[in-house]
């Protein structure tokens, strides 16, 4: 990928326990393996979803990515420089937001977190004013800005946790759950910001998230890992087919018939004029629809497209290898 700006390269990590045993027998030393030869490369600009289920390796695969971590295994370079090797020039190209670990003062208000942090990063005073202003006004801040931390709701702060990350133009941004806390128009606000920062300033976004809304709206590729390992690497759509996923159409036919007999797909259900049709997700709506529309009165139809959570159910059951 000629232009990556995250590549990681069959990289592990492994942590000691040591767990206690029963009178006075020394403890017994154990490694667990939380990451294993994970490979994937990550190109500039892109919004890429990072899921899995708790304790799956997100956390540590992200902690590797921003320096906080070293790999026991194998090599990886985001912006061009080794994390763990140089994590101070490292910062300043990229911006995290971990879940609901504040980067922020809690007992000071939120504008004055932001000045502390344009000294930080030496951000031109102009840059930074530019920046305040814009984020203020996308993220919905002007009224929180004399409030101190502590006194924010989980939401509030987490917008003001977003701001902060974006105040000296990263390259990269690394969000863990942003919209947790969020009430919908909140969840809507924060995901077309969002956009319009990847869209604008071609911020690479690495999002890790279980509201998997988030990956629908706002990702066209996502990464599936479990038990350290990545099971899926693929775009979104190509998702559904490999975990087996079925879509539903859902016809209103004039008056009430025995179930129809369409090539592609199987009745799951009749309730008077009212027939459900499943078929697989990666095939199109338009032949079953047509020959529908051909052989029978119809009045009215939806498809209902298949629940991502589903999907990944399955993916994890079946142990795919990357796609």
Partial sequence: ???????????????????????????????????????????????????????AGKSTTVKMLTGILV??????????????????????????????????????????????LQRIYR??????????????????????????????????????DIAAALLHDPEILYLDEPTIGLDIISKARLRDFLRRINAERRVTVLLTTHDLTDIEQLCRRVMVIDHGALVYDGALDALHAIGGAKRTLVVDLAEPVPAVQVGGAEVTRVDGPRQWLTFPAEASAAPLVAEIAARYSLVDLSIHEPAIEDVITQLYARGRPTG
């Fill in 71 to 116: 790999p026991t295994a194998g090599r990886l370079l985001v912006a061009g420089v080794d994390p763990a090797a140089d994590r101070v020039r490292l910062a300043r190209r990229i911006g995290v937001v971990f879940g609901q670990r504040t980067t922020l003062w809690w007992d000071l208000p939120l504008r004055d977190s932001f000045a502390l």
């Fill in 1 to 55: 990928m000629p232009d990556a700006v995250i590549e990681v390269h069959d990289v592990s990590r492994t942590f000691v326990v040591r767990r206690r045993r029963a009178g006075a027998l020394p403890r017994v030393r154990t490694e667990v393996r939380a990451v294993s030869g994970l490979t994937f490369q990550i190109a500039r600009g892109e919004m890429v979803g990072y899921i899995g289920p708790n304790g």
């Fill in 123 to 160: 951000v031109p005073l102009d840059r930074f004013r530019e920046n305040l202003a814009g984020f203020t006004e996308l993220l919905d801040l002007r009224d929180l800005l004399d409030v101190p931390v502590r006194q924010l709701s989980l939401g509030q702060r987490m917008r003001g």
